[in-house]
């Protein structure tokens, strides 16, 4: 038994920590929430040069051949400075071109960062529905994945559409599932191609950029990945979002309890007063509790992988609350300038709003939780 | 990262399956079809299979050789515990003794309190109970006013009174923390002692719950009689003799969260009986929040056994785990009873009990609010409540909180 980081992953993390602190993450995020948004720095280039692009993609594809945690760890250093870097959605489409036998020829360009790829977020079927699905605009029934129809050999055309893709404004390649013959299957689409359309948007967090996509009869290639590998790609973002989010928890608690050490009320510091310190030690409670689902997730993704879709989402599900929560009292325990604009408490409050509703919802992982535990139960 | 064993662990826990294939067969029978219902039978039977698992080698798995424990680290303690619950068989009785006052005892006490307690402990010769908390002395410990007065000839004579003492009904010994100087500071004027529960002056009642069942006793000394020799760790150290006991508890809750039965699997597998609930998004909706957390406390536990592997001392954090666990049950009660109806409350409901045991849980080893004190201050840095108790003798303390003393 063994849940410590290795020397390598605190390697990893202090030199992520040390990459990101070159760039003014905080500050950009304000002024392009005030309409500048040339102000975000372009950080591909610095991600690229750290080898996180190809984190997942197997050594002999010029990848690190890295697992699932050492990518949770990067992106918690992500979500500690809100920065923007689209690894969340490179990152799971990797995985799937590195799980597949014929994605070969485009592991190389994707683990340098010299081709950036977009995840077309799909969720599995679960123990209620039997349909694959994606995020919508609107309406209560999450529309089905897209369709695609065969092109001849190891081809096809792609139809179907997908709302808040994260990281797809500026991809080179969209990588995903699409149904063909209702059988899931792994599609490489590039964003250039015709019948692809992707309209870049924001949404309350200037920093997470989004896009609507809508796919045309967009000529794909089709991949060899299996249905699990597919499903383990949803099941990663996930994890690579609750890491992100627990990255932010971690900055929201620091920049908080050093507040409660400073400000004093009626003679003395307020984190000495229990319903400041309870607050906060709730805030380290889901932190916590967070953490150890990561290390789960991390583990089972090959250590039990019929236990990764139950681990992701209970992270998922544990991450994007403790990011709400973390938020919250972040502001009130500063008081009423946590809610202005002075402070960089609304950029991590914005953060989890917009994190809690991407990629399904955390909802939807907090039912996941439920329907893999129910199913293992009617296994026992 | 990972989940196996060391070659070294492997082994031990072949070693261990394999003791207990053999014995299994002659382990007590509590549950199901030819269980025994009387209770003193229980423990009788209890404490002579704790008798043969310590021959074994499955108990006091971390104590040193020495004293007749395996010396072994806590993961085999671990791997010990998952092989006796696979093999379906009761652990030790006296896992308050064996977890928490003989390690105290082996750090704090003398020789002749080793050679003459440790042996018969260990093989539940002897169960041990803990005499701590007290009707005004329960999150503020140090407030404890059991009196011990010294006699002439170096004895002492103990007048108090202790609560929440599980097993004190059946237990040989307790380890007992009294104020022996009441002019000092409270922290500075209190002793640790070894008492006999069989002795005169030793009065034990029952306390009975919201169940209706007695799990805890209070425990009444009048004027009991106790030698120079029962004195662990040094008159005047009681204080830091029961901060190792307290440690050793918090290792006990740490690692043994999941020996509660408070856990996803088995709160799932009640929604998943009902056909209705377990389509109901509200319903899943609020058991996926439960189990998340309280899978995430079995992956905490693991980093806690990291941790200890490494040589670690856990600290106070381990709180949180206990903190989420109770929270998680008591909500996990609630929806199964919403889903079931009164039925959950029924006399003989595995669920009417939990409901029932948790309130106090929430009180037991250490209450929520000291947890999160303790917590903000030593793993946060939050500067502490004022207090309104440091360097004021016991005695004045007490007349100033208008008590009689």
């Known amino acids: 038994m063994n849940l410590a980081l290795s020397d390598e992953q605190v390697f990893l993390r202090e030199a992520a920590r040390g990459a990101l602190s070159r760039f003014k993450t905080l500050e950009a995020a304000r002024e392009a929430l005030d309409g500048n948004e040339s102000a975000l720095p372009d950080m591909w280039p610095a991600a690229c040069e750290a080898g996180w692009p190809g984190l997942l993609i197997d050594e002999a594809h010029g990848g690190a051949g890295l697992d699932a945690f050492d990518a949770m760890l990067v992106l918690g250093e992500c979500g500690r400075v809100l920065a923007g870097i689209p690894l969340l959605g490179h990152l799971p489409a990797s995985a799937i071109c590195n799980d597949s036998s014929n994605g070969a020829s485009l592991l190389e360009a994707l683990a340098t960062g010299e081709r950036r790829a977009a995840y077309l977020p799909a969720s599995p079927p679960s123990d209620l529905s039997d349909r694959w699905s994606v995020d919508s605009r609107g309406g209560s029934e999450r529309p089905s994945a897209p369709t695609a129809t065969s092109a001849g050999e190891g081809a096809a055309k792609v139809s179907g559409k997908l709302s808040f893709v994260p990281d797809a404004p500026g991809a080179d390649v969209l990588v995903g599932v699409a149904l063909l013959d209702d059988k899931p299957v792994g599609v490489t689409i590039e964003a250039n191609a015709s019948g692809v359309s992707i309209e870049a948007t924001t949404r309350y967090d200037a920093t997470r950029s989004l896009g609507h996509i809508s796919l045309k009869d967009a000529t794909a290639t089709v991949l060899d990945a299996s249905e699990e590998s597919l499903a383990a790609a949803w099941y990663l973002a996930q994890a690579l979002i609750a890491a992100e989010s627990l990255g932010s928890v971690e900055t929201a608690l620091d920049v908080s309890v050093q507040y409660a050490k400073e400000r004093h009320t009626f003679g003395r510091a307020i984190g000495s007063y229990q319903a400041v310190k309870h607050s906060l030690t709730e805030v380290l409670r889901q932190l916590e509790n967070g953490r150890s689902l990561l290390y789960y997730a991390g583990w089972a993704r090959h250590g039990s992988p019929g236990e990764f879709p139950l681990a992701a989402s209970a992270a998922r599900s544990v991450g994007g609350r403790a990011l709400d929560h973390a938020a919250r009292t972040m502001i009130s325990v500063h008081g009423g300038i946590g809610a202005t604009w002075e402070h960089d408490a609304p950029l991590y409050f914005r953060r989890a709003q917009l994190s809690r509703r991407l990629l399904g919802g955390t909802g939807a992982a907090t039912d996941r939780v439920a329907g893999e535990l129910i199913a293992q139960a009617d296994a026992a | 990262m990972d989940l196996d064993d060391t070659p070294e662990q492997a082994a031990y826990r072949a070693e261990a399956r394999a003791w207990l294939d053999r014995h299994a067969g002659e382990a007590p029978v509590l549950q199901g079809p030819g269980a025994i219902e009387d209770e003193d039978e229980i423990i009788a039977a209890r404490r002579v299979w704790q008798g043969k698992l310590a021959e074994g080698g499955l108990a006091g798995v971390v104590w040193p050789k020495e004293y007749g424990g395996q010396g072994r680290g806590p993961i085999e303690q671990v791997i010990c515990n998952q092989e006796i619950a696979r093999a379906k068989v009761p652990g030790i009785l006296d896992a308050i003794g064996v977890g928490m006052l003989g390690p105290t005892i082996i750090a704090h006490g003398d020789e002749d309190q080793k050679g003459r307690y440790l042996g018969a402990m260990l093989h539940g010769d002897e ?194 785990a206990k903190v989420t666990i109770v929270n998680g049950a008591i909500k996990a009660g609630d929806l199964i009873a919403d889903v079931q109806g009164p039925d959950a409350l029924a006399e003989d409901s595995e669920w009417a009990y939990m409901i029932s045991f948790l309130p106090g849980l929430k009180s037991a080893g250490g209450t929520e609010e000291i947890l999160r004190n303790t917590i903000g201050e030593r793993v946060l840095g939050l500067p502490p409540e004022p207090r309104l108790d440091k360097g004021i003798p016991f005695s004045e303390l007490r007349s100033k909180e208008g008590a009689v003393a």
Request: glycine share 14%; net charge negative.
């Open chain 2, 127 to 320: 169960v041990w109970c803990q005499l701590f908390s007290e009707p005004a002395a329960g999150s503020d410990l140090a407030a404890v006013q059991t009196r011990a007065r010294l006699q002439e000839d170096g004895s002492w004579r103990l007048t108090g009174q202790k609560v929440w003492t599980t097993n004190a009904q059946f237990a040989s010994y307790g380890l007992l923390l009294a104020r022996t100087d009441a002019d000092v500071p409270k922290h500075k004027g209190m002793t640790m002692f070894i008492v006999s529960m069989d002795a005169p002056g030793v009065t034990v009642r029952g306390l009975r719950q919201i169940s209706g069942e007695a799990e805890f006793n209070e425990v009444f000394f009048d004027d009991l009689a106790v030698d120079a020799g029962a004195v662990v760790g040094g008159v005047g150290n009681g204080w830091g003799t029961a901060l190792t006991t307290l440690m050793y508890e918090r290792v006990t809750i740490g690692l043994g969260g999941e020996g509660l039965g408070y856990n996803s699997t088995r709160f799932a597998g009640a929604i998943a009986g009902d056909e209705h609930a377990r389509r109901d998004p509200e319903v899943r909706h609020q058991l996926g929040e439960i189990a998340s957390e309280l899978l995430a406390v079995r992956f905490t536990g693991y980093r806690t056994l990291t941790a200890l592997q490494k040589g670690q001392i856990p600290g106070p954090e381990a709180g949180l």
